[in-house]
């Protein structure tokens, strides 16, 4: 295309390993026409992606987006420690998630190190949900992160996830099941679940509509004063529970982030803001941190420092009936700060590759907005095509 290394800031990119039956006897599909590609071949194929980008780019930021289940968790594992890589769908989710939870706690005057988190659904969004959630109590507590994953429980389709399951477990789902003989002759449903740990968070990521119930959700609020409760499955229909039922089964104690938009909820005397968990509001400042500070891997400490930053610009922690997290409008103020945390913990871990970065707050954030790309269109005049 003609492009160097200076004109070419981002590449989106389409890896596209075929297709199933249907499409490929669509005379309008475009892609390539051979059965759809697994196994090595498929590792081997992203790898040589992989490989090549980092000869060719070497301190280019990778970002992963829409991996399916059993390839998303597997192969960011595999590429995280070699170079600055980061996937949407697993972390994305984890980190704007995890800063909902961390505001609530505020709110509620817990701490994270003795959350007790419930998530219901435990697909690629769910177990990258447990993932940030066990990193973060891991790196705020010094506990291993097998010790902080006890504190998380993850139901899927066969009920709490054991370590019985085996094989039929996903790579994402293995750290989360739990011992066998924790639940010997106890009912793995989620009710039942909720009644023996008593969770400070229920999060649902199952796209079962309205699956989290009035029992259940009093059942949560019978344990603590403040129930924090995220129905993040999406579209809207699929969500686990409507959060009007869920503040008026609560008495408006509850603590809610969303999947979806939804309208403010008046209760009594009270009209409470709901956020949604929306990753435009995270991965932007991660990417762009990342990129500006030229790290060479994005570590825990990283994404913990961009979740944290987020965290901070809750609305909930001035009034708590505003939402968990700022709204998605002020997403380029929201990323500068963000880039601003992550840049920051970069060079404190000796990750960044980047020699000319700032040191006072001031600076860093002028430097920071300076180098953000800005949407400017040229105007467009109509020509008169018959003339000359």
């Known amino acids: 295309m003609g492009l160097t290394d200076s004109d070419l ?36 194929f992203v790898d040589k992606f992989v490989t090549s980008a980092r000869e060719l780019y070497p301190r280019a930021y990778i970002h992963f987006e ?10 960011l594992d595999k590429y995280r420690g070699e170079i600055s890589c980061f996937n949407d769908d697993v972390q994305g989710t984890g980190c704007v998630t995890l800063a909902a939870i961390i505001s609530a706690l505020n709110v509620a005057k817990h701490r994270l ?47 709490l996830l054991l370590q019985s399951l085996g094989e039929n477990l996903t790579p994402a789902q293995v750290p989360f099941a739990r011992d066998d003989n924790e639940w010997k002759g106890k009912s793995l449903r989620l009710l039942e679940v909720i009644k023996e740990v008593k969770p400070h968070v229920l999060i649902g990521t199952s796209t079962r509509p309205k699956a989290f119930t009035e029992e259940i959700v009093k059942e949560v609020a019978k344990h603590v004063d403040r129930p924090i409760i995220f129905p993040l499955s999406n579209p809207t229909r699929l969500h686990e529970v409507d959060p009007k039922d ?17 309208p403010p909820v008046a209760y009594g005397d009270t009209t409470y803001e709901v956020a949604e968990c929306n990753n ?12 500006l500070s030229r790290s060479r891997v994005l570590s ?3 994404l913990l420092a961009a979740v944290k930053a987020l965290a901070a610009q809750s609305p909930a922690l001035k009034d708590p009936n505003k939402g968990l997290l700022p709204d998605v409008v002020d997403v380029r103020e929201l990323s500068v700060k963000v880039a601003m945390a992550v840049i920051k913990q970069a060079v404190a871990e000796n ?6 970065i700032p040191t006072a707050d001031d600076l860093l954030e002028e430097w920071v907005k300076e180098q953000m790309w800005e ?10 095509t018959r003339s000359g």
């Open 9 to 44: 800031r981002y590449l989106a990119l389409v890896i596209r390993a075929s297709a199933n039956e249907q499409l490929l006897s669509d005379d309008l599909y475009l892609g390539l026409r051979r059965p759809r590609v697994r196994g090595g071949d498929y590792d081997a």
């Open 113 to 159: 190190a003795e959350l007790r988190l419930v998530i219901y659904g435990s697909g690629s969004a769910g177990t990258g949900i447990a993932a940030q959630v066990r990193d973060a109590i891991a790196t705020e507590t010094q506990k291993s992160k097998a010790e902080a994953a006890k504190q998380i429980w993850c139901i899927d389709k066969p009920g």
């Open 280 to 291: 435009s509001v995270c991965f932007p400042g991660i990417g762009l941190g990342a990129v």
């Open 351 to 356: 990750l960044a590759q980047e020699k000319e």
């Open 66 to 75: 829409d991996f399916g289940l059993h390839n998303a968790q597997r192969l």
């Open 246 to 262: 869920v503040f008026e089964w609560t008495g408006g104690k509850a603590l809610i982030a969303t999947g979806s938009p939804f």
């Open 300 to 302: 825990d400490k990283m």
């Open 375 to 384: 949407p400017r269109y040229r105007e467009l005049k109509p020509v008169d």
